[in-house]
């Protein structure tokens, strides 16, 4: 899931998750849309960007490196350690009263950008949710993949065999999300597929 928030000043742009939301269907367009995972307008200036990983859990810490590594391995995209001062990305985890302000979504992805470029995001991991859920730590490894996959850009693949697929949980990241990420990469702010 991603989300964002209204800015109180007047340069910091704001998409609401109804744009990542990729209507499933018979049409051309989602047919394209499965081949290659899809992106909205919003990128970092580059295909690199720093992240700090705040949360205090060893455990959670460790699901976000996992998920940063197959990132990395790809080519993609590339995450680079930040400090906690400079950092354009955070990966946290949700508190448990953060966690009923999340509901349902077992991770978050909350980004500020100013005319398309990415500036700073916040990805959040529900551990909470994904407990009760039991959730594997492969499967918690996917779900920090796939907020990370939104933190660079990435929209939702309607297709199921996506780690951008909207509900995704048993799925990593597959060719045709390397290929959004990628494609995303080839493509100016402001334009999205
Ligand atoms: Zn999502």
Redesign the pocket.
Known sequence: ??RSFWSRGITLAVVTVGL?VTPVGGSAVAVAAAGTTPFGPERFAHNHATYVITTKSAYYRQVWQSAISAWNRTGAFHFKLGTTKNAQITLKTASKTQAVALGEDV?L?DYWSKNDLLLDVTATLNPTLLKSYAYSRADDVHVAE??L??AMGLA?NPAEESV?Y?RNRSVGIKQVDVNGAKLRYQTPAGQSS
């Open positions: 899931m991603t990542f991770g992805t796939h907020e996959g939104h939702h951008m909207y």
